[in-house]
């Protein structure tokens, strides 16, 4: 089988990076998703990574903290991950960059989005971090608008679970899954696919979204090549 896409956005969550340990960076978890983004890179993909940082820090857990403030923290806490996965990947003799949205010269690139491409281009794999660099967006945001601007013909959104439900399968044994939703579906419904402002932006800019399980090893070059695993939201 071919590759269904060119160019990815392949959204990894802070969480996925900490493996069953519920915290930090699991060396064996990044390693193996490391080992998928390699394949993915030699069947000749342009792969974009976007990741979060919810392994360290979330925004909401600094409660009585000023918003913004806790924001930047979270900020931080991307770049840790994406530096985790650039070194596993260039250990696995993939070249990658690191470009943060805040400027940090000494361990990453500033982000440029004609840089980006161009590393792409290259055949280098392009990990996005410290969010957008503002405060009061997510990271799925993020992947929305990098994927808008670098004109990725999909975000690939890796998740704990094996696609998107109408409630949380943990809890309810009897949740139901969607194959497939528009995103008018996922606003209305308050689906926990992205924040509605990511929604919106991957909407405005037809952008579909894949969502589908970290948990079986081969997922990612799976939805790749176009088997129909997860949620595709359209």
């Not at 069953?20 to 030699?42: C, M, P, R, W, Y």
């Not at 982000?111 to 971090?129: G, M, N, Q, S």
């Not at 399968?169 to 696919?193: C, Q, R, T, W």
Request: charge should be neutral.
């Amino acid at each position: 089988m071919s590759p269904k896409y060119k160019r990815v956005i392949l959204k990894l969550s802070g969480e996925a990076l900490a493996g069953e340990n519920g915290f930090g960076i699991d060396g064996n978890t990044v390693s193996a998703i490391a080992k998928q983004v390699k394949e993915l890179h030699e069947l000749g993909i342009e792969v974009a990574i976007v990741v979060g940082g919810g392994n360290f820090w979330r925004g909401r857990t600094g409660e009585g903290m000023d918003r913004t403030t806790a924001d930047y923290m979270g900020m931080l806490a991307t770049v840790i991950n994406a530096l985790a996965l650039q070194d596993a990947l260039e250990g696995m003799d993939v070249l990658t960059r690191v470009q943060t949205a805040i400027e940090m010269r000494q361990i990453a690139e500033p982000y440029i989005r004609r840089k980006a491409v161009r590393h792409l281009e290259k055949a280098r794999v392009v990990i996005f971090a410290s969010g957008t660099g503002n405060p009061y967006f997510s990271t799925d945001t993020t992947a929305a608008l990098r994927a808008a601007e670098i004109e990725a013909e999909v975000i690939l959104l890796a998740k704990k679970v094996d696609g998107v439900y109408d409630s949380d399968p943990n809890i309810n044994k009897d949740a139901k899954k969607f194959d497939e939703l528009s995103y008018i579906d996922v606003l209305n419904k308050g689906l926990g696919v992205m924040d509605s402002t990511a929604t919106s932006l991957c909407m405005d800019n037809k952008i579909p979204i894949l969502v589908f399980g970290l948990n079986e090893p081969e997922n990612i070059k799976k939805v790749i090549l176009g088997e129909k695993i997860g949620t595709c939201v359209k």
